[in-house]
């Protein structure tokens, strides 16, 4: 097996990444490696995956937030460790499969947090079916579509549901709908099946923002999103087994 680094740039992530590269016996492949260690918080670890999506990805926390990451710095020699001797289990977490579409393109990229479709400059609006049926006709700033892992990152901060990382579902949760006496939107977040696809369509061309977990595309002539659930496609490496309430206190309880 082959690893490679991804890392912060800060004094504290490079001092580990010296360490690793000193005491971990595998090759270097920047190309294509079988194992991904990522160090920092959970921005560097979804960047690693994106880069490198058929890896195996280990996560060192020396970042603010570390819901993915499975070692800290006090687990560093067992991390090494593990590697070394390929003692570490993996943890097969979900994906969003979302193919945009505009008037002249059409283009499928992949999240493990979140999508999102935004027009912050006026009102959005947007036909959302499920399956093919219509559900609502969205007006508002717009709308974010999340994985089990993902419901813990922007779509908690938009009242969304926590949801168990056993279960394999989409949930889309509206941003700043428009509720009166002529215009009614959910209101709330749907939790969807892993078996449901869920389509945004535009009456005409529309300049949106597109957010693909930290990446993020400005599409002035989109017409429509298809979103649908790939389950377990991420591989996560880990000692043991974390409990998804474990990651819950770890990110919001405990200092």
């Excluded at 999102?116 to 508002?140: A, N, Q």
Aim: proline share 2%; charged share 25%; hydrophobic share 35%.
């Amino acid at each position: 097996m082959k690893y490679w680094i991804i890392s912060k740039k800060d004094e504290t992530s490079q001092k580990y990444v010296k360490k690793l590269h000193k005491e971990i016996e595998l090759d270097l492949d920047e190309k294509a490696p079988d194992i991904v260690i990522a160090i920092g918080g959970d921005g560097t670890f979804i960047s690693a995956v994106h880069q490198y999506p058929k890896a195996i990805h280990f996560g060192l926390h020396t970042g603010h937030l570390g819901f993915y990451a499975n070692y800290t710095l006090a687990d560093i020699d067992t991390l090494i460790d593990d590697i070394n001797h390929s003692s570490f289990v993996c943890e097969k977490i979900d994906s969003l499969k979302c193919e945009l579409k505009t008037s002249h393109t059409s283009f499928v990229t992949y999240a493990i947090n979140e999508m999102t479709i935004l027009m912050p400059p006026k009102t959005l609006i947007l036909d959302v079916k499920v399956d093919g049926e219509l559900l609502e006709t969205f007006r508002g700033t717009g709308v974010c579509l999340s994985t089990a892992y993902g419901s813990t990152a922007y779509n908690k901060s938009l009242d969304g549901a926590i949801v168990d990382s056993t279960i394999h579902s989409i949930q889309l949760a509206e941003i700043a709908g428009i509720n009166s006496n002529q215009f009614r939107t959910l209101s709330t977040s749907l939790v969807l099946s892993s078996k449901r696809v869920v389509s945004l369509h535009t009456k005409e061309e529309e300049h949106v923002f597109v957010t693909i977990d930290n990446q993020s595309y400005d599409l002035k002539d989109f017409m429509q999103a298809d979103i649908s659930l790939l389950e377990s496609q991420i591989k996560i490496g880990c000692h043991t087994k974390r409990s998804f309430i474990q990651r819950i206190k770890k990110a919001f309880f405990q200092e």
